[in-house]
C-alpha cells in the first residue's frame, strides 16, 4: 500500500462508501424508496390527472433498480368520500370546507377503491416492490400523508412497518409533490426518518402556489430536496 496511489486505496474501501464518493448516495440495506401514489387517476387520461404525470414513470423506474427496498401507497377511496366535491351539495371540485379535522380541499372523484383509475399506472416496471400501503379508505377523513391521515390521529401503520424493517433512510418520489409527495416527506421527517424528496420523479398540481409552498414546509421540516442524479 505505500507505493499505491490514491486511486488503488479508493478500491480498498467498502463497496457502498465508494460508490458514495463517486457520484452522490448509494441506497444501503437500511434506505427505502417510496412511491407515492402513482396511479391512473393521477395520469393524464385520469379522474384527477397531474400535469406529465406519466413523465415521471421512466425515471422511477430506473430508481427502482437501485434500491433493494421499494414500496408503492395508493390512494384508496371509498364511494362518496368526504374529499369528493360531489359528496357536498353545491361544491365543486378545489373549493374548500371546513371539516371536524380541519381545513379539506374538495377534489373530483378519484381513486375510488377497486376501479382501473385507481390501479397502479401499467408502465412501473418494478417487480421486486416489497409493499402497497393504501390510504384514504377511511369515508370521512382524507390521508395526502401515508403515515398519519387528515385528522391527525389516525395511523396507517407504515411507520411501525419500517421501524421494524429498520428503513430508516426514505427517498420519496411519485404524485403529487405538493400534497402526498409533501405531507408523507413532512410526517416521514416528524417521525424521526432521515428524508429526501427526488424533484425530477415528482411532479405538482400547483393551485395557487401550493408547489412552492409545499417545498418551504418541506425544507422546515429538514427533508432534504436532491434529482435522480443524486443516487448512484
Ligand atoms: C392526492 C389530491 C387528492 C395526491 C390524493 O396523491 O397527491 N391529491 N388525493
Ligand atoms: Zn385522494
Known amino acids: 500500500l505505500k ?10 474501501l467498502p463497496f457502498e462508501l465508494r460508490m458514495a464518493l463517486a457520484s452522490g448516495t448509494s441506497p444501503g440495506k437500511d434506505s427505502v424508496l417510496v412511491v407515492i401514489d402513482v396511479q391512473n387517476c ?3 387520461g385520469g379522474s384527477l390527472p397531474v400535469s406529465e404525470g406519466d413523465q415521471i414513470i421512466p425515471i422511477i423506474n430506473m430508481l427502482g433498480k437501485k434500491f433493494e427496498n421499494v414500496i408503492f401507497t395508493q390512494d384508496w377511496h371509498t364511494p362518496g368520500h368526504a374529499s369528493f366535491a360531489s359528496s357536498h351539495e ?5 373549493d374548500t370546507i371546513e371539516l371536524p379535522y380541519g381545513k379539506q380541499m374538495l377534489w373530483p372523484d378519484h381513486c375510488v377503491q377497486g376501479t382501473k383509475d385507481a390501479q397502479l399506472a401499467d408502465g412501473l416496471d418494478i417487480s421486486h416492490a416489497q ?12 390521508s395526502y400523508s401515508t403515515f398519519v391521515e387528515a ?6 401503520g407504515l411507520t411501525g412497518y419500517l421501524k421494524e424493517r429498520g428503513l430508516r433512510n426514505i427517498f420519496v418520489c411519485g404524485l403529487a409533490t405538493d400534497f402526498c409527495v409533501s405531507w408523507s416527506a413532512q410526517h416521514a421527517a416528524s417521525e424521526g426518518f432521515t428524508v429526501s424528496v427526488i424533484e425530477d420523479a415528482c411532479k405538482g398540481i400547483d393551485l395557487d402556489g401550493s408547489l412552492a409552498g409545499a417545498w418551504q ?14 443516487i448512484s
Do not use: C, Q, W
Open 42 to 44: 393521477f395520469l393524464p
Open 131 to 142: 409493499l402497497i400501503i393504501r390510504k384514504g379508505y377511511h369515508d370521512e377523513v382524507d
Open 90 to 94: 353545491g361544491k365543486s371540485p378545489f
Open 151 to 156: 385528522d391527525g390521529t389516525t395511523k396507517t
Open 3 to 12: 507505493y499505491a496511489g490514491a486511486g488503488a486505496a479508493v478500491l480498498m
Open 217 to 230: 414546509a418541506m425544507k422546515d421540516a429538514g427533508v432534504e430536496r436532491i434529482t435522480s442524479n443524486d
